[in-house]
Every structure is written in C-alpha cells, then in structure tokens.
DNA sequence: CGGAATCCTCTTCGATACTG
DNA sequence: CAGTATCGAAGAGGATTCCG
C-alpha cells in the first residue's frame, strides 16, 4: 500500500504538498485540465515516468479524491481518469506556476526537451480571464502553421479543441509566437495586428473582445 | 555538483516545477516570505530535512536566483537567506496552495505534527486583500493565549511580527480557531464579535475595515 | 490493448557524525 | 553555528511480464 510520505507539519502549504506535491503529481493534473484522458494518454505526456509509477501516482490521488476513475462511457470497461471538483480547484495552483515560469529566464529550448500544443491549450485555458467579458459567446478560431485551435467561449469558462473542426464565428491568424505574446499579456491584439503578426477575420468585435481578456 | 533533475518539457508549468517543485522546496520558500532567515533558523522549521539536502536546495535556488545568501549586517560574516523579487513572486503560489488546502477534508491533528506560528502568519499575510481597503493604515494587535501578533498596516501589503512588541491602534483578541476562521474568510467579524469569539477594542473602525480584508 | 505487478539499477532522501 | 561527509533506506526510472 502507498503510505504517502507527508510533511507532518499543520500548515496548510504542506497539506496540500502532502497531496500534490510529489514529483510529476502536478503535470498529471495539467493534463487532465482540458478533459478526462485514458492511462494511455497520459503516459507519452509524461515521458520518463514508468507505468508503475503513474498507477501509483493516479492511485493516491484518486485516494484523495482529487481525481476519479470512471468508465469512458456508461457500459464500457475502458476506464478514464477525470478531475473532482477538488481536483478543479488546483486550476489556481497551476494558473499561478504558470505566470511564475512564464517570467523566467528562458533557457534555450533544449532540442531534447518534449513539446506537446495541448500544453499551449492548458495556458491559454487558465489565462483566459473571461469578467473581463462575462457576457461574450461565440467560437474564434485560432489559427498559425502548426495547429488550429478552437476556442469556444461558454459560460463556465473556455472549452479549447485542436482535434476536431468547428464552425467558428472569427478568426485570428498568425505564427507561434505572436499569440503566445498575446495569451500571456505581453503585447495587446491591436499591437500585433499594427505590427503585421496577427491577422483578424469574420466576426472581429467578437475577436478583438475576446483577445482583450488576456491582457 | 547539482544537476537538478528537470521533466524536459517545454511547458510553464514543467519549467516552473523544474526549479521549486521538488520536496522542501516550497517550504524552503515559505520560511522565506517573513523575511530573510539563517540556515539555523530554517532547520528547525523542516524537521526530517537532512542539513545536506538543504544545503543542496539553498544553493539550487541560489543558481536560479529565487533567492540570495547575504551577510546578516554589512559587515557581518554571518549569512542569511532571502528571497529575490523573482523568488518574491511565488507569493502568488503560494497563497493558491493555502487556499486549496484550507479546504482539504481536515485530517484529525495528528500529535506527531510540527506546529509554527509563523505559518499563519504567512497564511495571513498572503490572504489579506489590501486593494479591499487601499488606503488603510495603521497596526493592529491579534492578541490569543498563544500569541501576539502585530499586523502592521502598509502599502506594500502587511508585515507581520510575532516576536517584537508594537504600538498598536486596535486590538482583537479571542482564540486561535475564531482568527483561523476569519483570516480563512470562513466567518466574518460581525458574526465572530456577536458570538462572543472575538472581541475588539481600541480603533475599531480601523479593526474592523481591516478584518473586512479576509472575507 | 490497457494497465497492473515484478525486478533490477540508479538516484535521492534522511539521519547522524564530523569539521572549520 | 554553518555547513560537509557518510551510509543505509526509500523512491524513481526503465524494461519486461502477466492478466483481463
């Protein structure tokens, strides 16, 4: 049985490393952000982690009950790994190390170091501060070379989708870069628009509103 | 030397952990927030840690500038900790892991538990909202069997002191578990006075407006 | 195929003793 | 007091196997 090694110490940071803090706990909860993912999804998220490890991981956090497992649909025996609204909490924990190592001297990207988009999706979710529009809906399509992200903006926050198409109502265009710029409130949308890195089509009030929640 | 181990993934969140998510870190930091500390103030507040290990993760915070080693006086050979403005800004963690873990199902206090009050101290540091009252200033005393704590009002947040005797304009005075529930924003003010949990005097317009800055 | 269990090696941790 | 050295114990990483 996991005896979950603990800080025995009444503070409550510690409590919650007791929980989270063990290595890769808090990359298994990024990835379960966007949506319940099966134990094989997770792995090649997680390169370096031995399966044992992960079942270990998964089992003390469901113990927790920050996650559940539950069967991918009513009837099938396939099994998916899905945040509690405990477990949903920790989008504050991550929203703030997010910010954190955004401001961090950026090391060169290491050309041995594992990029995944949905790690982009995972920011963007986060950052997004939707009172800066509460009432806005619609669906923008974020598009550059490598991936086209649909962000569909609900009441309960943004829903982001990079595997299926979507009828969108605006479009923002550009490369990489630009958007990370704009996402994590660096330069504005008019500003890189100005600056030719980012184009705007269809519904661009809807656009331009939305991009403003970033800043 | 230190190699620090690193989950080489071109992710915030990885990046962030890579330099303050492996065990003690976090806590290394939170003995930090008070203001600068000697190693031998820091042991004992890390009970289980190993003199070697925090060696290790002093200096590999020390290489990422979260923090620096100072002399404790200009011209003082003795040498003390404290965080950078970088290190500064894992406040913002920090306070999400408290959050979270102020609602973690309460495990009974276990006796073989470490109890600091200056981890609530941090808690209430953090926890306080200045821009609920900006303007407000002035120092008021939480007075318990336990401790006096002197909560000095100013406008780049609230320092905290335990150790030295203040002037003071407003005291609230009760029992540890009626300031844990105001400072948690578990209870208000109004409701703790009249149920004769907490009591004030002295500038109460100033306790009070001060207390409205937990809920 | 998904994922749990087993082994084995290597690294890190934890505790104590030791040194400038 | 502030760290270094040491060593047994625990945990991580990787491969492989077993089972439904």
Redesign the interface.
Known sequence: MSKARS???????????D?I???WT??II?ELILGPKRFGDLLPHL??MGTNLLTTRLKELETH?VIEKQPCSPNSRRMQYKLTP?GE??E??????????????Q?P??P?????PE?DL??IKLLYKREKAPKLEGTVLIKSVESSIYAIIAKDGLQLDISTTHTHDATIEGNRDSFEKLFKGKSSLNQLISQNSLKISGNTSLARKWASCFS
């Open positions: 800080y025995k110490q009444a503070c409550n940071i510690a409590l919650a490393l929980l803090g063990e290595r808090l990359l990024r390169q370096g009950a405990l909490g920790l504050n924990v991550l929203r703030e190390l997010i910010r954190w190592g955004i401001q961090l001297p090391s990207p290491s041995d170091s594992l990029y995944q790690w995972v920011a």
